[in-house]
């Protein structure tokens, strides 16, 4: 949440299905113009398919509608000055996500293999987990051991009474 802003819903605001995914903000748009040249002329046709719907060009937003498949420009803006009216852009959204796309200067292949790399790094260190030590992996190790010690006619046995129809 952006500093002095309003309250954030719960996530399962951004989750439920009755939010019909507007709140996934694809910044290279799912359905670019063939004319629009803000876009075609940073990606091809292939790196459009294999990078719209990665970690790194999706953010979440209350409503994506207003920013459909305007150009990167457009959808970055720029901060509110006084005496300007709002408008809906990432630099003056409520969520900091949205805020933090208006850092960058253009969209390309390179800014969104960056940002996936950054929310990545982040989500790791977030919750991050100690690896078990040897002794610990010697013990799973053992625990599986022992309980995968019946004899072939018990696998059968087994396979049999499950009804996989």
């Not at 040249?37 to 990606?43: A, K, Q, R, V």
């Amino acid at each position: 949440r952006a500093h002095g802003q309003q309250e954030l819903p719960p996530l399962s605001y951004f989750t439920e299905a009755a939010q019909e995914q507007r709140t996934t903000e694809h910044v290279l748009p799912q359905n670019p113009k063939p004319e629009d040249s803000c876009w075609w002329d940073h990606f091809t046709v292939e790196q459009h398919a294999g990078l719209m719907h990665s970690l790194g060009n999706l953010a979440l937003t209350y409503d994506n509608s207003a920013y459909s498949n305007r150009c990167f420009g457009k959808k970055r803006g720029k901060p509110l000055a006084p005496g300007e009216d709002q408008v809906t852009c990432y630099a003056q959204a409520p969520l900091k996500q949205e805020q933090l796309l208006a850092q960058y200067d253009v969209w390309t292949p390179n800014e969104i293999n960056a940002r996936q790399r950054d929310l990545a790094a982040w989500a790791l260190k977030r919750w991050a987990v100690e690896p078990p030590t040897t002794a610990e992996l010697l013990d799973s190790e053992a625990a599986i051991e022992i309980e995968s010690e019946g004899t072939d006619e018990d696998v059968a046995a087994s396979a049999d009474a499950i009804d996989l129809s």
